[in-house]
């Protein structure tokens, strides 16, 4: 059974972590250079920002990349020893950080910490020419923090620390506008126990919710609920395995990735036809459906505006709810761990998250484990 619930788009007066929106997502990776290279010249990020030897950081290299209002932070470490070089070494790349910007990052730590959030980085103040920034962190899911960003007195090309950095190349952006939602793996019976986080440490709300019957192919399952915040800007579905005759592409997530931690992140296009050409064109791998898929597709969503034929060539799924319609596609994972992948994302009015699409897509991420030998 599904039930939904309109989100709640007005801030509410109690809200008592308002957050402006998504500040960063810092990855953990091996290799920080070759991944920047990745993002920009595959997704079009352009870099902006390095902190490194040469700035005097001693532990790390982290580049800052960055396209309309996502920016991505890429850090590998430079020593054996450390918490990055243990993260990379028993995740392998992988989002380390969500960071999401406040206007108080203090009373974000207090607020959450109060309400049981457990502390990851006290408030803590840097400063360099062009002002300060506050920070502060809690934990989440398996290794992966929330930090609260406060930039509003802050106009540095991205924190202290860092020093802007140019690619002698240029970039060439594929549309990419915003983060739309970051999806959670989480452990066996885990979910519910970080609906109940989400709601009773950072106030948000349970948006919408599917169970094993919406979420299963003959294979495999998963359940999954949407937590939204009071002004709807982020949102963060809650993923669990479900039983079921072979293994759930969330069991393999966790096998991969030794424990919980970010599945997905679905960044929004205002055109998803020209986005998706141009990732393909340079190279990112895409799930593909049948072509049987595209046969009924407009007698099941009605008028789309886009032509059907650019939409099967280049793998594109449509979903209409009572709002309005999205446009969805997802990468193959982008490293070689099966862990981590992107979701493009069109909405036209539709606030929901691709339901009628769930039995094709698994059913295509089931093809690429039984390649891998993992279902
Ligand atoms: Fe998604």
Known sequence: MTTAVAPNTSQPQTDFLPLIGTDYVEFYVGNAKQAAHFYQTAFGFEPVAYAGLETGRRDAASYVLQQNKIRLVLTAPLQPHGEIAEHHKKHGDGVRVIALEVDDATSAFEETVRRGARPFLKPTTEADDHGHVVRSGIHIYGDTVHLFVERKNYAGVFLPGYRPFRSLMPTVPTGLKYVDHMVGNVGWNEMNIWVRFYEQVMGFKNILSFDDKDIS???????????????????FPINEPAEGKKKSQVEEYLDFYIGPGVQ???????NII???????????????????????????????????TALRDLGILVDRDDEGYLLQIFTKPVADRPTLFYEIIQRKGARSFGKGNFKALFEAIEREQMLRGTL
């Open 217 to 235: 192919t003959e294979y495999s399952a998963l359940m999954s609920k949407v937590m939204s915040n009071g002004n709807g800007r982020i949102k």
């Open 264 to 270: 997905h992140i679905a960044c929004a296009t205002d």
């Open 274 to 308: 020209e986005t998706v050409s141009q990732l393909r064109s340079r190279g990112v791998d895409f799930l593909s459906v049948p072509s049987t898929y595209y046969d009924h597709l407009l007698d099941r969503v009605g008028h789309i505006d886009e032509e059907l």
